[in-house]
């Protein structure tokens, strides 16, 4: 892995702004995504209000706490949610992906600027406002103190990259595919699963259980939530964070030897 | 001096497979491809030197954007070695990129949501042009191509020629040494055409910007270009002066003769006996065919004169459109064509 391109950071700042005033094309969908994320968290609420009232110490986790760790799930997948993946697919498949080659500038960390612009809109637009919405609603905690805070902050910092890190790689495989929306929607819900946005990793049955402890998928949802819970605390708690972004280097890493030996295979089509 | 790009025996296989027909084919095909292997560059080389603008036209399908994109490093070649601006293109394409600009007519190098000048500024980040030179630079482009008018216009709302324009700039914001351009005019109206060839001439002339450029408009290469390249199937047909290609295609030379009155057809008749065919075109007009081997033109035209009261002599040169086709239709330079010359690279 060469960092030439990596280097260059007023560029890549740039290209982070980009990825930040592109949103602003997609308002609207903001207004209804808050919506939208508020009816799906009162789904779990009922769901889970059934669950409990027949098993009020289910999975280790008082129905408060679960209801917080539905609600928090939620409100950070706004966060750390893009979709580089059909951005960068598209761009391959109609030949785009050529202007980005011909810049003496790495896509990937472009791609990642990108991303993690994107992701400071959405902040603004969507994750606080939700937040703000559900707090009201419903009967949340609030992090369990405020070095769980700090760390649930890192670790998102970390959720982000790392969903942008494996959606690089996803979506480089349309090199070497001629339809791909068969991968993208797999990994789409493959993701949603294993990084504990639909259920706890600690309700799995056993062999999924111990095998998401290999993946790095449960560092999306799962780590960051168990840090602002105070389930993950002293070591554990650092440990976790740290995994976490091994992780995000060693994905980093994966995806920009992948993207070389991806654009050694490269046919671009037409012109 | 040694060249700016050197290109040695470049081949560019591509492995497409065959679709077998119908039904029962395509379940075939699920279990089973047969493969075939074509050969899209075969076996090209030629080097370009500090400098000089070459013309690189062959018919679509020849293998022109192919060879341009092994060229700026996006392709990697199947064999064959390519040295540009002392760099391997796809081996070091990073800091190769750094050193090229690329146009490609059908395709912008913008960013298509952001207006120009956002992108220029990108391009100036990405590029580490100090804010100086940016401004000199742009101020100076501004004079031949005006960008001015919409510098701020997202890329997706300007018409073809504002946009090309805008991506030639773009190209050249770094001033780069070497330039692609690959079709860079299709599609364009005279005025666009007009302003981007005076542009493209004038970088040559006061930076020594090295041009590579593809066209399917000869005038491009008429008007750019003293050097051109044709290629055909993925080899190169002809390498050189397009005047040269013009005389080695052209053995036969036509001189349109106005005469004064209907008398002087009796004089220019004559001229029929030695090896010049003569043809009428009109009352007073007629034109002569001869071949430049057995005939000097000079030496007709001295004679014409002495002997035929004329109006007007006009040595017809032929439309390099005409040169053209006969090449991409098999007539000339290709090693089936009858009449072909050995020496089609000089």
């Known amino acids: ?271 | 001096m040694p060249p700016v790009v050197e290109v040695e025996n470049l081949v560019k296989d591509f492995r497409t497979f065959d679709r077998r027909e119908g039904v029962w084919g395509a379940i075939q095909d699920l279990y089973s491809r047969r493969y075939r292997n074509f050969r899209a560059v075969d076996n090209v080389s030629f080097s370009i030197g500090q400098g000089e603008m070459v013309g690189y036209i062959g018919p679509n399908g020849a293998g022109k954007s192919t060879s341009i994109k092994m060229l700026t490093g996006i392709l990697v070649p199947s064999s064959g070695r390519i040295a540009a601006n002392g760099f391997s293109p796809w081996r070091e394409r990073t800091r190769y990129a750094r050193t090229i600009g690329v146009v490609f007519g059908q395709r912008t190098q913008l960013w298509w949501d952001i207006g120009v000048v956002e992108s220029f500024r990108l391009l100036q980040k990405i590029y580490e042009i100090p804010q100086a030179e940016y401004e000199h630079r742009l101020s100076k482009f501004d004079e031949v191509l005006e960008l001015k008018r919409y510098l701020h216009t997202p890329v997706r709302k300007l018409s073809l020629g504002e946009r090309m324009r805008c991506d030639v700039a773009a190209a050249l914001l770094h001033n780069p040494p070497l330039l692609f351009l690959d079709e860079p005019t299709i599609g364009l109206d005279i005025v666009a055409k007009e302003s981007i060839r005076t542009f493209l001439k004038e970088v040559n002339r006061e930076n020594g910007t090295t041009m590579l450029l593809t066209t399917h408009d000869l005038s491009d290469i008429e008007e750019l270009c003293h050097r051109l390249m044709i290629i055909d199937h993925g080899r190169v047909l002809y390498d050189g002066g397009l005047p040269e290609l013009k005389r080695m295609l052209w053995e036969e030379s036509t001189l349109k003769v106005d005469l004064r009155d209907r008398d002087q057809a009796a004089q220019l008749a004559v001229f029929s006996m030695e090896g010049v065919g003569v043809e009428r075109v009109d009352e007073l007009s007629y034109r002569l065919r001869f071949r430049r081997e057995e005939v000097q033109p000079a030496e007709l035209i001295r004679r014409i004169v002495n002997e035929v009261q004329v109006l007007d002599l006009t040595m017809e040169e032929q439309p390099i459109e005409e040169v053209v086709r006969r090449i991409y239709t098999g007539e000339a330079l290709h090693d089936d064509a009858h009449g072909t010359p050995e020496n089609a690279r000089p």
């Open chain 1, 1 to 271: 892995m060469t960092l030439a391109g990596w280097t260059n950071f007023p560029a890549l700042v740039e290209f982070g702004k980009i990825g930040f005033v592109n949103m602003l094309a997609f308002r609207l969908r903001y207004y209804t995504g808050i919506l939208t994320y508020f009816i799906n968290v009162t789904v779990y609420y009922f769901i889970w209000r059934a669950i409990y009232a027949a098993d009020p110490g289910f999975a280790g986790l008082s129905f408060d706490e679960m209801l917080t760790y539905v609600s928090i799930a939620w409100i950070i997948r706004s966060l750390y949610f893009n979709n580089i993946d059909v951005q960068i697919s598209q761009e391959i498949i109609e030949g785009k992906i050529t202007s980005a080659l011909l810049k003496p500038i790495d896509l990937q960390a472009a791609t990642l600027a990108r991303a993690l612009g994107e992701s400071v809109f959405r902040l603004i637009m969507l994750t606080i406002p939700s937040a703000m919405v559900l707090f009201a609603v419903y009967r949340l905690h609030l992090p369990a103190n405020s070095l769980a805070f700090a760390q649930f902050s890192l670790a998102l910092l970390g959720s982000i990259l790392l969903v942008s890190a494996i959606n690089f790689i996803v979506g480089g495989f349309a090199v070497k595919m001629k339809s791909i929306l068969g991968l993208l929607r797999a990994k789409f819900y493959v993701m949603d699963l294993l990084s504990g946005l639909i259920v706890p990793i600690s309700i799995f049955p056993s062999p999924f259980r111990e095998l998401s402890e290999w993946l790095p998928f449960q560092h999306i949802v799962y780590t960051p939530l168990m840090l602002y819970l105070g389930k993950l605390s002293g070591a554990e708690a650092w440990l976790a964070l740290g995994v976490t972004w091994v992780w995000v280097f060693a994905l980093i890493a994966t995806g920009s030897i992948f993207w070389k030996s991806m654009t050694k295979h490269m046919t671009i089509h037409g012109g």
